[in-house]
């Protein structure tokens, strides 16, 4: 009798304060999100209804070639191909480099190959010798290290001699596939506002249609090209570089540092100390490039990690660099720190796995605690619909798309503690796998590899996690007197379907 006295004075002195205390912190948080969503879709709105499209804000005029001159009136461009074992995909991001309309004597092509196997290292060298046959500058360079991954690539690449005849850098991933006319869209914004250090396109993805994994990850991404880069690059003409699909200004770059690889998102390194120097950004919705998205489980995860781990180190990193920033307004730092980095790319991981997956499930133990309705319905339902509308096509599978994201904001936490902390996978680079089976054209045949058991495929965190939000679905089914075990039910199940790894191809 004792011991129950004391378990329930701990319960009703201790737990219950604690965990009303922390349900007070994660509804302050739910309108910290709440409010950044709506302000980035009002920009967008206003974008939409006034037509405020670049080519009005910048000045833009297509490029024409002198009937004397030639082509000499067109700026040096370099387009850098990084790669790495990239043997489904490398032909065809080599060809599309290769196609881009541009006089030839203006452009040089930069294919930086890591590949560590021979035989596609031989493959990729005969591609580059096919088509300087046909008059096309490709080089390929390779280095003896993996040194700091991309970045190292990156920065080795703007050591060669010739790179110092550009004035601009397009950067394409090995699975990114430019239209012809990319650089005649892009690169008049950088000769005509010599204020512009970057043009980034967006993207578009071939094999969206894949599975549904890959439907819903087209989702999260059109959203955020539609809200986070279309906001940022309309109200405060900076966001963060995607590294790929862009176009920057080789001066701008150079002031700024160029390349570091202290992080995994050496993109996003580069952008915000270019930004921190006064330059703008522009992206431009209306300018595609095709890309690959993973439709592997196992690879979704590792990028997942690699895009949240990153962001929080180099939040780490910059903090006070940002603060003691001499060349931009307060605003401009006040917007980098608060809504680039901590609301975007912290707290909002955060928020949704603990409120979400572990807050709402333990709320059913908890009765005297009352979560108020806005907070899991109608809060929940405006940043979804917000979401939903960047793209059509795929609002019926909104549901699906809250319950996985749900699932994938477990490993997003996971990333961002580590990163904010340091730990030991922080700068861990796994190289997301392309498969290039959903591109138009296939050149090479495709390496089978073994199917893995069930045993195998089985990941403990997310069955740990959907077994404890199973027990909390069935404990309010029976002793709860409202509907939560539905979406509990739901949310268990999501998660155990990916534990055993039954999503992606």
Wanted: net charge positive.
């Amino acid at each position: 009798m004792e011991t129950m006295w004391w378990l329930r004075q701990t319960r009703s002195l201790l737990i219950v304060p604690v965990f009303k205390c922390l349900v007070a912190i994660c509804l302050v948080i739910s309108l910290l999100v709440f409010v950044e969503s709506v302000y980035m879709n009002i920009v967008v709105l206003y974008v939409k209804l006034l037509k405020r499209k670049p080519e009005k804000t910048y000045k833009w005029e297509a490029m024409q070639e002198d009937i004397e001159q030639g082509g000499q009136n067109f700026p040096m461009v370099l387009v850098q191909i990084p790669m790495y074992n990239e043997r489904e995909v490398f032909q065809l991001s080599i060809g599309a480099a290769c196609r881009l309309i541009w006089p030839l004597d203006r452009l040089i092509v930069q294919v930086l190959d890591d590949s560590t196997d021979p035989t596609i290292m031989e493959m990729v060298s005969m591609e580059c010798a096919q088509w300087a046959s046909k008059g096309i500058n490709i080089k390929c360079e390779r280095r003896d290290n993996r040194n700091g991954y991309k970045a190292g690539a990156l920065k080795q690449g703007m050591r060669h001699s010739y790179v110092k005849q550009c004035n601009y850098i397009a950067i394409f991933d090995a699975d990114f596939q430019p239209e012809p006319d990319y650089l005649q869209r892009t690169v008049p914004f950088l000769i005509h506002n010599p204020e512009l250090a970057l043009v980034q396109a967006r993207w578009k993805f071939v094999n969206a249609s894949k599975c549904l994994m890959t439907r819903m990850q087209e989702m999260s991404l059109n959203y955020h090209f539609m809200a986070e880069q279309e906001s940022g690059s309309t109200r405060h003409a900076f966001f963060g570089f995607n590294g790929t699909a862009g176009v920057w200004r080789l001066a701008a770059m150079e002031e700024a540092g160029g390349w570091k690889d202290r992080t995994t998102v050496e993109d996003m390194d580069l952008a915000v100390r270019v930004g921190l120097h006064g330059w703008k950004f522009v992206f431009v919705n209306d300018i595609t490039v095709k890309s690959e998205l993973p439709s592997q489980f196992k690879a979704f995860r590792f990028q997942q990690h690699r895009w949240s781990c990153g962001p929080a180190n180099l939040f780490r990193k910059m903090t006070m660099e940002i603060i003691h920033n001499k060349r931009v307004m307060i605003w401009k730092k006040l917007y980098v720190i608060y809504s680039f980095f901590f609301v975007r790319k912290i707290i909002v991981h955060f928020f949704t796995f603990f409120f979400y997956c572990v807050i709402l499930p333990t709320s059913v133990f908890f009765s005297e605690v009352n979560i108020p309705t806005w907070s899991t319905i109608y809060l929940p339902f405006m940043i979804t619909f917000f979401n939903a509308i960047a793209t059509p096509r795929s609002f019926y599978l909104v549901v699906f798309w809250v319950l996985f994201e749900n699932v994938m904001a477990m490993h997003r936490t996971k990333g961002t503690f580590i990163g904010l902390l340091e730990g030991g996978r922080v700068n861990e680079w796994v190289v997301t796998e392309k498969l290039g089976d959903a591109l138009e054209t296939k050149l090479l045949p495709q390496v089978k590899k073994p199917r893995n058991g069930i045993l195998e495929r089985v990941n403990t965190k997310e069955m740990m996690v959907g077994i404890y939000i199973l027990c909390c679905a069935c404990y309010d089914f029976a002793y709860g007197n409202t509907l939560l075990y539905i979406y509990l039910s739901m949310q268990a199940l999501a998660f155990i379907i990916c534990g055993f790894g039954f999503v992606g191809t």
